[in-house]
């Protein structure tokens, strides 16, 4: 397994891998398969804005994560940053991609100057995915109900921190 940052040069890649995550779990992310269609690549490539994936040896994707500083135009939220986008394929899940990814995270965001906590969004129903953050830190501060509407159904969605 390889850690590797990508890019928008990777952006068909990761376009086609990350459409696989909203159309095989659509319950689990704000984004729809259309959404995704329509999407840029969602970082800039800078300390404030990245995109990490973990390679196969030949370099498949088995998982990614994104990361957003908030306030790029407000100083009253430089503080904060959001993780986003996580995602392990199925196939690699229980293997610690998606604890090594968000490791990563936080690890960059920590050398962030001024940066002090890092937030993200959770569909409530996802217990895998709240029990990994739970156990590097984060904890959930808000539920909010019917948070995405999908096909006529609502998911809940938990809004989670961690201060670093």
């Known amino acids: 397994?390889?850690?590797?940052?990508?890019?928008?040069?990777?952006?068909?890649?990761?376009?086609?891998?990350?459409?696989?995550?909203?159309?095989?779990?659509?319950?689990?992310?704000?984004?729809?398969?259309?959404?995704?269609?329509?999407?840029?690549?969602?970082?800039?490539?800078?300390?404030?804005?990245?995109?990490?994936?973990?390679?196969t040896p030949i370099g498949h994707l088995m998982g990614v994560v994104s990361f957003q500083r908030e306030g790029a135009n407000r100083t009253k939220l430089r503080h904060k940053g959001l993780l986003f986008r996580m995602y392990v394929a199925a196939e690699y899940a229980g293997r610690g991609i998606g604890r090594r990814l968000v490791n990563e995270v936080i690890q960059r965001a920590r050398l962030l100057p001024g940066m002090e906590q890092l937030l993200l969004?959770?569909?409530?129903?996802?217990?895998?995915?709240?029990?990994?953050?739970?156990?590097?830190?984060?904890?959930?501060?808000?539920?909010?109900?019917?948070?995405?509407?999908?096909n006529g159904a609502y998911v809940d969605e938990e809004q989670m921190v961690l201060f670093l």
């Open 1 to 55: 397994m390889h850690l590797i940052e990508l890019t928008s040069e990777k952006a068909d890649t990761y376009k086609a891998f990350f459409t696989q995550a909203v159309t095989l779990q659509p319950d689990f992310f704000r984004i729809s398969p259309a959404d995704e269609a329509e999407s840029p690549f969602p970082t800039l490539g800078t300390p404030d804005s990245f995109t990490l994936a973990m390679t």
């Open 121 to 150: 969004t959770v569909a409530h129903q996802n217990e895998i995915a709240k029990k990994l953050y739970e156990s590097v830190g984060f904890q959930s501060f808000s539920l909010e109900l019917r948070a995405m509407k999908y």
